[in-house]
Every structure is written in C-alpha cells, then in structure tokens.
C-alpha cells in the first residue's frame, strides 16, 4: 500500500515553494486528519525547558514526555527482530500519508516531534541503518530542503530507534544552538584543520562534544572527503554495524555544512544506575546539536551542568582517538 499522499490532499496547504513548502504543508495536512500527530505537537506546546550556559556555548534541556519511546527504545538484535518495523510503509498508522523524495524515500511527519516542524525521511527498501553511500542522498535532501531545516542522521548504535531501516529526520532551522552558533565558536571553539580546493575541515576544542567540521560548495569533494572520515574512524573506533556517528548538515548561502560528531558510547552510565538514581537520557544528533532530551519530569528537574558534562564526557570520542583522527586526517 503507498502511502503517497496525492496532489488535491496537499493543494489545500501549500504555501511556500519547493520541497520545503510541500514538506510544510504535509505536515499542516497530516495535524487536521491525524490525531496522534495533532497530540504530539499539543504536548510539545507545553515542552519545560531549561537553558545551560557554558564558556562560549548553550546547552538546553527539553522536558518531553512523549519522547519515552525513543529515549528507552531496546536495540539490541533479538528486541529488532522480535518487532515490526515501524518505517516500512505496510507498517505505518492507516492515517499517517508522505512525500516521495528521489525516488527512494518517504518523508513523514514525525508523531513524537522535538521540533516546531520536525520530519522523518524513511527509506522506501527496509534496509540496515548505514550511512555508507547513502551520504550522497544526504547531501541532496539537505539541499532540497534549503536553508529552512537542518538535517540529521543517527548512527545505528548512536540513538536510531529503528537500526534495522535507513532513514534521516530533518527539524526547523533556529532550533538547534548550534545552528546559529558557528561564528561566535570560530572564535573559541572550532579551528582550521585544512583546506582542499573549495573545501575546508575543522575540529572542535573545549565544546564538550567531540566534532569534525566539513565545509564545501562541491558535492564531489564534500563525498570524497566524508568517505576519507569514514575510513579513518573505522580504523581507530571500529563497530560491528558502523562506526558510531551523529550527522548534522545545514545547506546555507550554496555551502555544505555538515558536522561530523563521533561516539564513544551510546548511553552515559547514569542511564544503567538501578532507580532512583537512574537517569533516562539517550544522547542522539540533536542533543550533540544542543538540546538535551529529557522525557521524563524527575530527571529534568534534577539534570545539572555538572551532570551534563560527565555525560557528554562520556559518550563522546575520547580525546585520545580524536587527536589520532586529527593528525591522521592532517
């Protein structure tokens, strides 16, 4: 069954041009015909949040009760394959219609939203989550998309709640601190590592997150460059899916720009602590883009800086792998 939604269901609610703008009426369409929808962005109007200052940068903490799924989803191999796979199209809820894109992919509204506008882009084939040469597609979407959203990718040990099926999720641009950060961090927090042709990378220093910076107008060098990443992360921190990795990109001014951040852990060790000691927090893309999600009250009510930083601390690169992907990418 396709799930496609047709031309006279979006006409209605197309305001901008586009796939931003049919990607924005889709969404607009999917709240007046679909409830769970309208009740994830009812609840997400009420969304508590918190704001953490630090030496050149924020980090913000959401209260998000509806994330729950997300935050604690089991996946390990035997939960996987003992679960129907919520992105396949003959699995989605009978209300829940999208937008083709590239002949490959689905967008859909994401009925657990972060964000004000916040889209799941699930592959049409059910295939592992990998990045591999899928980061073209990437790159694409997020041009398509335009400077109205920033796009994200979860490695399938670094918060994908669905490993077994390829998707991105894409969000409003404005949301994220880091995506109006970059130039106050240029002067404190990112460097100039090199620069190729019409390409250039950066590091991170003193960020709490671990991250590589590419910047590029060319579509070539910008693949060329990420499968050279890869290759070296593969080597210093080897996976048995894919070496653990969070994808930020933004298309801006004809300029790719897509931070890399690799993991050390998938969870900080709090989240394994017996109750009540136990903090449920699931680090994924947005949280290393700057806004941490809490789904449940307790835990974001005693969530500290102090606490967040362990986190990070622990879930990100260590520094000694960083510094070898550094020097090996010089």
Same mark, same amino acid.
């Given at each position: 069954?396709?799930? *496609?939604?047709? !031309?006279?269901?979006?006409?209605?609610?197309? $305001?901008? *041009?586009?796939?931003?703008?049919?990607?924005?009426?889709?969404?607009?369409?999917?709240?007046?015909?679909?409830?769970?929808? +309208?009740?994830?962005?009812?609840?997400?109007?009420?969304?508590?949040?918190?704001?953490?200052?630090?030496?050149?940068?924020?980090?913000?903490?959401?209260?998000? $009760?509806?994330?729950? =799924?997300?935050?604690?989803?089991?996946?390990? @191999?035997?939960?996987? $394959?003992?679960?129907?796979?919520?992105?396949?199209?003959?699995?989605?809820?009978?209300?829940? +219609?999208?937008?083709?894109?590239?002949?490959?992919?689905?967008?859909?509204?994401?009925?657990?939203?972060?964000?004000?506008?916040?889209?799941?882009? #699930?592959?049409? +084939?059910?295939?592992?989550?990998?990045?591999?040469?899928?980061?073209?597609?990437?790159?694409?979407?997020?041009?398509?998309?335009?400077?109205?959203?920033?796009?994200?990718?979860?490695?399938?040990?670094?918060?994908?709640?669905?490993?077994?099926?390829?998707?991105?999720? #894409?969000?409003?641009?404005?949301?994220?601190?880091?995506?109006?950060?970059?130039? !106050?961090? =240029?002067? !404190?927090?990112?460097?100039?590592?090199?620069? %190729?042709?019409?390409?250039?990378?950066?590091?991170? !220093? @003193?960020?709490?997150?671990?991250?590589?910076?590419?910047?590029?107008?060319?579509?070539?060098?910008?693949?060329?460059?990420?499968?050279? %990443?890869?290759?070296?992360?593969?080597?210093?921190?080897?996976?048995?899916?894919?070496?653990?990795?969070?994808?930020?990109?933004?298309?801006?001014?004809?300029?790719?720009?897509?931070?890399?951040?690799?993991?050390?852990?998938?969870?900080? *060790?709090?989240?394994?602590?017996?109750?009540?000691?136990?903090?449920?927090?699931?680090?994924?893309?947005?949280?290393?883009?700057?806004?941490?999600?809490?789904?449940?009250?307790?835990?974001?009510?005693?969530?500290?800086?102090?606490?967040?930083? @362990?986190?990070?601390?622990?879930?990100?690169?260590?520094?000694? @792998?960083?510094?070898?992907?550094?020097?090996?990418? $010089?």
């Amino acid at each position: 069954m396709s799930r *496609d939604i047709s !031309k006279e269901e979006l006409t209605p609610f197309i $305001k901008g *041009d586009g796939l931003s703008g049919l990607a924005k009426a889709l969404l607009l369409q999917q709240k007046s015909t679909w409830q769970q929808l +309208k009740k994830g962005y009812d609840s997400l109007k009420g969304a508590e949040i918190k704001i953490f200052n630090f030496n050149g940068f924020q980090l913000k903490a959401q209260f998000n $009760k509806e994330r729950i =799924l997300s935050a604690s989803a089991k996946v390990d @191999k035997a939960s996987i $394959k003992n679960r129907k796979c919520f992105l396949c199209e003959k699995n989605l809820p009978l209300e829940q +219609k999208g937008i083709k894109f590239n002949d490959n992919y689905l967008i859909l509204a994401n009925p657990f939203p972060i964000f004000n506008e916040h889209f799941t882009i #699930a592959s049409l +084939k059910h295939q592992p989550q990998r990045i591999g040469s899928h980061f073209e597609e990437m790159l694409l979407l997020t041009k398509e998309l335009g400077d109205s959203f920033v796009v994200f990718y979860n490695g399938p040990a670094s918060g994908a709640s669905a490993p077994d099926h390829l998707h991105f999720q #894409a969000g409003n641009l404005g949301f994220l601190p880091l995506d109006y950060e970059k130039e !106050k961090l =240029l002067k !404190k927090n990112i460097f100039p590592l090199k620069t %190729i042709e019409e390409s250039r990378i950066f590091y991170s !220093k @003193k960020y709490l997150r671990n991250f590589i910076l590419l910047e590029s107008n060319s579509f070539r060098q910008s693949v060329q460059l990420f499968n050279e %990443i890869m290759e070296i992360l593969s080597l210093i921190n080897p996976h048995e899916d894919e070496t653990m990795l969070n994808i930020i990109a933004y298309y801006r001014n004809d300029v790719w720009q897509v931070f890399l951040f690799p993991r050390e852990k998938h969870r900080p *060790d709090f989240y394994f602590l017996e109750e009540p000691e136990r903090i449920i927090f699931s680090p994924a893309a947005v949280d290393f883009g700057g806004v941490c999600i809490f789904p449940r009250e307790a835990d974001f009510d005693r969530i500290t800086k102090v606490l967040l930083t @362990k986190a990070f601390a622990q879930v990100t690169i260590t520094q000694s @792998k960083y510094e070898r992907l550094l020097n090996m990418l $010089k």
